[in-house]
């Protein structure tokens, strides 16, 4: 008898950038209070799942030798609770292929359990309401609630609370992905350690940025940028200045590190410029590689038949 093999469910889901980030005081929890604006990027992964006897992860891709394939990987702790709410075994096989840098501060893994989590309401047929999808979400990571969101939107508490932003227009980045990865509490951890020696400022509320978000004005919104997370990020990996350097010197608007780095985003005036940027600095050799990508983005989306194969 031929046995049938179901179709996969395929997500695809975006990275995403922070064009403000303003890191707070540390909290008794562990984590940082945040105001952070997120942009979703056309940058992605994707994330499949079938019916298997038990639960396995399989990643491919760029930097796949780097993700655990166990319970240290978010999408596996994202399908356990998703069996959870549902009471069932996590019997299904998940197949993650990167297109987010590892460790990159675009919140790959996130994506990953974002899409892990919409790609198994949809294959289990559970119909979770957003609000449900949301929280399971939100105690999975900071970054998890944004990646199902998508578009641009301000998060607060440690990133979960999200409000949508008004983002006219379509803006076109470059990506200088960076040779390694950097931990996010590590990050975090030595943003602690620079502000208790005095330094480095604090950004500021992000007002303007979101007129010029809503003007759809690259060229105002460049100065704009600001993590709070940059220093730290500086401080554990000095070689990042001079690719932000050369990403301004090939004409970028702007050049900031991407949430806990070491990928560092730069914005360009157009898609034209983001073409060139994009190849002069590819050619300077201050990253492993570049990407050239737009944003705003959809969040976690059902891939077409036809794209999931
Ligand atoms: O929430 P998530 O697991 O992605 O966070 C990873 C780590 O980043 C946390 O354990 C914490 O060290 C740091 N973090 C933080 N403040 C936040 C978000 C993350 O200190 N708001």
Redesign the pocket.
Same mark, same amino acid.
């Given at each position: 008898m031929l046995s049938v093999v179901p179709d996969p469910v395929v997500v695809t889901v975006p990275a995403k950038v922070n064009l403000h980030l303003a &890191?707070g005081d =540390?909290r008794d929890d562990?984590?940082?209070? =945040?105001s952070t604006v997120f942009q979703a990027l056309s940058l992605s992964d994707e994330v499949s799942v079938v019916p298997a006897d038990t639960l396995t992860v399989q990643v491919q891709g760029e930097g796949a030798q780097f993700v655990p394939t166990d319970n240290r990987n978010l999408v596996w702790r994202a399908a356990e609770a998703v069996a959870d709410r549902a009471g069932r075994e996590p019997a299904v096989k998940i197949s993650v292929r990167k297109g987010i840098p590892v460790a990159g501060g675009m919140a790959g /893994? +996130?994506a990953d359990a974002a899409a892990t989590l919409l790609a198994l309401d949809h294959l289990w047929g559970l119909e979770l309401d957003r609000a449900t999808l949301h929280e399971l979400a939100a105690d =999975? /990571? +900071?970054? &998890?609630p944004f990646a199902l969101h998508g578009g641009t939107a301000v998060g607060s /508490?440690? /990133?979960e609370h999200l409000l949508p932003v008004l983002a006219r227009d379509t803006f076109h980045w470059v990506l200088a992905l960076a040779k390694g990865g950097l931990s996010?509490?590590k990050v975090?951890?030595e943003l602690d350690r620079l502000r208790a020696e005095g330094r480095p400022p604090r950004a500021g509320t992000p007002d303007a940025l979101m007129q010029a978000l809503a003007a759809g004005d690259a060229a105002t919104l460049a100065p704009l940028l600001v993590n709070d997370l940059q220093p730290a990020a500086l401080s554990l990996m000095p070689e990042l200045r001079r690719t932000l350097r050369a990403g301004e010197a090939a004409g970028a608007l702007a050049g900031i590190v991407s949430g +806990?780095g070491p990928t560092c985003a730069f914005l360009c005036a157009d898609e034209q410029s983001a073409i060139q940027v994009g190849a002069e600095l590819a050619g300077v050799g201050v990253c492993r590689t570049v990407r050239v990508a737009a944003g705003p983005v959809p969040g976690a989306r059902l891939a077409d038949i036809e794209e999931g194969r």
């Open positions: &890191v =540390l562990g984590y940082h209070e =945040l /893994g +996130s =999975l /990571g +900071s970054d &998890v /508490g440690r /990133g996010t509490p975090f951890a +806990s």
